[in-house]
């Protein structure tokens, strides 16, 4: 199927991409809960070109997708991606049907944007973060996740006695060690691990590859990365859609 809208539905935000003309053409993030936002972004978007308006929607958060697919099926066609061997790609890892489709949605994606044979990793700064190596031959080799940087925020906030909740708002190219106070020093502290994660995993990915590795960022906080200096391990290339595209590009491979 040829869709019209694609949507993600993470665990703090939900995605929309607009497809036109063979891609996402934009993103808009919405509320998780909250249909009279939908209805009232939905006024903005284009009437269908022909017929029902088609939705193809993929989730890591099955509450929140029952909720978005009852209001879906009242505003189109929908197509939900319930697991992974719906997507166009090989799953190497334990147990393929636990990884979150998020991470193989970015690697479909992230495979449509490298030559043939070239390895890719997607960096996904959401509620967590997920760096995910897709190998030459295009298939899902894994990854790791850890706390995205609201969470971290949050759980030092919620554990502790005397730390503020502070919004992680600044971005690499900020950066400055040592902070001077609390709220400075967990930002920075939140940024550090954010950054040193990321470098620490590429690098160890990288290892693994004897040619370079295509990086893809994406995220609600991929900005937070803006600035980080990795000429030594790869360029990183920021793409706002990078999951949808993944869903877009599995949707049309749908019969
Ligand atoms: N404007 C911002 N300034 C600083 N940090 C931000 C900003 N927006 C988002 N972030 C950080 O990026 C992380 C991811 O943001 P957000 O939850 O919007 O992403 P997401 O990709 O929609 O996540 P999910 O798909 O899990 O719902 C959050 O942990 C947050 O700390
Ligand atoms: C890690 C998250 C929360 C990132 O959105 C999601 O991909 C998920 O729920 N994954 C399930 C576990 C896994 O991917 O191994
Ligand atoms: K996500």
């Known amino acids: ?46 009437a269908p070109r022909t017929g029902a308006r088609r939705w193809a929607v993929a989730s890591v958060n099955p509450p929140a997708l029952h909720r978005f697919v009852a209001w879906a099926r009242d505003h ?3 197509a939900v991606f319930e697991d992974y061997t719906a997507l166009p790609i090989r ?17 479909v994606a992230a495979r449509a944007l490298v030559p043939a044979g070239a390895p890719a990793v997607t960096v996904d700064v959401g509620t967590a973060v997920t760096v995910n190596l897709i190998d030459a031959a295009g298939s899902f080799q894994g990854g790791a996740i850890f706390p995205g940087p609201r969470l971290m925020a949050r759980a030092l906030n919620e554990f502790t006695a005397k730390l503020p909740l502070s919004e992680p708002r600044n971005n690499y190219a900020d950066f400055r060690a040592p902070a001077k106070n609390t709220a400075d020093a967990i930002r920075t502290g939140i940024l550090a691990a954010l950054s040193g994660g990321v470098v620490q995993l590429l690098g160890a990915l990288a290892d693994q590859c004897s040619v370079p590795l295509w990086v893809f960022v994406t995220g609600g906080g991929a900005h937070l990365l803006d600035g980080l200096d990795l000429s030594r391990v790869a360029d990183l290339v920021m793409v706002p859609s990078l999951t949808l595209e993944g869903i877009r590009i599995a949707a049309e491979a749908l019969p």
């Open 1 to 46: 199927m040829t869709p019209d809208v694609v949507v993600d539905i993470g665990n703090t935000r939900m995605k929309w991409g607009r497809c036109a003309d063979g891609c996402v053409a934009d993103v808009v993030r919405l509320p998780l809960d909250d249909a009279a936002v939908w209805e009232a972004e939905l006024a903005q978007f284009p």
């Open 76 to 78: 189109g066609e929908t």
């Open 91 to 107: 799953v190497s890892v334990d147990e393929p049907a636990r990884v979150g489709l998020d991470r193989l949605f970015g690697a």
